[in-house]
C-alpha cells in the first residue's frame, strides 16, 4: 500500500487559542519594556553597572522577538523559549551581581529577587510538565549556587547572618512555588490531553467535526474571510461492501493524512463525517483552490489501498464573506460538493452567491 510520507502538522490539529498566546505574548513584551524603562529611570544618572547594558538589551531582543512572530517568521513556542532564556539568563546575572558590591547593613536581597516567582510560574506555561521542572530545578539549583557562593566567599563575616534568613527564605519559597507548580502542571496537562482528544477524529487522527465547527465560529467571530472545502468520497460505500471495512478505513486515513499534507499554512482538515472531509483554509482566489484540489485530486488518484487502486472525490468550494454565518458558508460548500455529485463526481465546483462555476 503506498501512503504519503506523514510529517507533523500543527495547522491541521484543533486549534489551542493561537490568538490569545500572541496577544499574552505581547502583553508580556509590553510589561518588560516598561519595567526596564522604569528600572533605568530610577537609577539615573546612577545606573547600574549591570542593568546599564543588560536591561536595553533584554528590551531590545523582546521587542524583535515580537516582530518575528508577529510576521510569522519563528512560532510561538519558539518565541517564549527565546524570552524565557532572556529573562532567566539576566536574573540570575542580576542575583549575583547584588553582592558585589554590597552595601553595610544589607539585611534582604534585593528587588529584583521578585521576578523569580514569574520566572518560575511561566516556565511551567511554556513547557511540558517534566521538562518544565528540570528547568526551574536547574535555575533553583544555579541560584542556591550563587548565593551560597558570595555566602561563603564574598559577603563579610559580619554580614552573612543578616542575609542568611532573606536567602534560605528566598531560596524555600522558590523550592515551593516550584513544588506547586509542577503539581498543577502535570494536571493542566491532563486537562489539555482529554480535551485535545475529545477534538480528534479516533480512526483518522485529524481534527473532528467539533473541533471544525469550533474552528469556524472562531472566524465568524473575527468576521475573518476564509476558504471552506467539503468533499466526498465518491463510491466509498462501494469500497467497504467490495473490500471490507478494514480496507475502507485504510482509505479514509490515506486520505486523511494526505490531506494534512498538502495543507497552506494556517489550514485545517477534519473529518466533517462518514466519507466527508472539510478543509478550512486562508481566503484563497479560485486559482490557487484550484491548484491545491487538483493536486489533491492526483494524489488520491495513485493511492493503493490492498486492491483498491485509487479513489476519487467531489469538491465544494465556498469563500466566507466578511462577518457571513459559518453555517451558511458550508451550506454553500455543501450544495456545490452535491452539484458535483451529480454532474458525476470526481469534480470541483465553486459555490457563488447565485450560482455554481465549474473548474
Known amino acids: ?34 519595567a526596564s524603562l522604569m528600572a533605568l529611570w530610577s537609577q539615573a544618572p ?20 515580537q516582530l518575528l512572530l508577529a510576521r510569522g517568521v519563528i512560532r510561538f513556542e519558539t518565541a517564549t523559549s527565546v524570552a524565557f532564556l532572556g529573562a532567566g539568563l539576566y ?10 558590591p554590597l552595601p553595610a547593613g544589607v539585611r534582604r536581597l534585593s528587588e529584583n529577587t521578585y521576578w523569580f516567582a514569574v520566572l518560575y510560574t511561566s516556565i511551567f506555561y ?5 521538562r518544565a521542572a528540570k528547568r526551574a530545578l536547574l535555575i533553583l539549583g544555579i541560584s542556591t549556587a550563587i548565593c551560597g557562593g558570595h555566602l561563603l566567599l564574598t559577603v563579610p ?26 503539581t498543577f502542571g502535570v494536571q493542566r496537562a491532563q486537562l489539555l490531553a482529554s480535551r485535545s482528544a475529545a477534538l480528534i477524529d479516533v480512526l483518522t487522527g485529524v481534527a473532528n467535526r467539533r473541533a471544525a465547527e469550533e474552528r ?61 472531509f472539510l478543509l478550512i483554509l486562508p481566503a484563497l482566489g479560485d486559482t490557487q ?6 493536486n489533491l485530486r492526483n494524489e488520491l488518484r495513485q ?32 450544495e456545490a460538493m452535491y452539484s458535483a455529485k451529480q454532474q458525476g463526481r470526481n469534480d470541483i465546483r465553486l459555490a457563488e452567491w447565485r450560482r455554481n462555476t465549474v473548474y
Open 46 to 65: 546612577a545606573f547600574d553597572t549591570l542593568d546599564v547594558w543588560a536591561l536595553p538589551l533584554l528590551s531590545v531582543t523582546m521587542l524583535g522577538v
Open 157 to 182: 563575616p559580619e554580614m552573612q547572618l543578616n542575609l542568611l534568613s532573606a536567602t534560605a527564605q528566598f531560596l524555600l519559597s522558590s523550592s515551593v512555588l516550584i513544588l506547586i507548580q509542577a
Open 216 to 276: 469556524l465560529r472562531e472566524l465568524a467571530g473575527k468576521r475573518a474571510t476564509y476558504t471552506v472545502v467539503l468533499f466526498d468520497l465518491d463510491h466509498f460505500k462501494q469500497i467497504n461492501d467490495r473490500h471490507g471495512h478494514a480496507t475502507g478505513d485504510q482509505v479514509l486515513r490515506a486520505v486523511a493524512q494526505l490531506s494534512r499534507d498538502l495543507l497552506p499554512q494556517g489550514g485545517m482538515v477534519a473529518r466533517w463525517g462518514g466519507e466527508e
Open 91 to 100: 536574573l540570575l546575572l542580576a542575583l549575583s551581581h547584588q553582592f558585589d
Open 303 to 334: 493511492q493503493r489501498h490492498g486492491e483498491v487502486v485509487g479513489v476519487t472525490a467531489s469538491f465544494g468550494v465556498a469563500s466566507a464573506a466578511a462577518g457571513e454565518s459559518s453555517d451558511d458558508v458550508v451550506g454553500r460548500a455543501d
Open 1 to 34: 500500500m503506498s501512503t504519503p510520507s506523514r510529517r507533523p502538522s500543527a495547522a491541521s490539529s484543533p486549534p489551542a487559542w493561537p490568538t490569545g498566546q500572541r496577544r499574552m505574548f505581547l502583553l508580556v513584551v509590553v510589561i518588560e519594556v516598561c
Open 126 to 130: 511554556i513547557y511540558p510538565p517534566r
Open 289 to 294: 483552490v484550484r491548484k491545491l484540489l487538483n
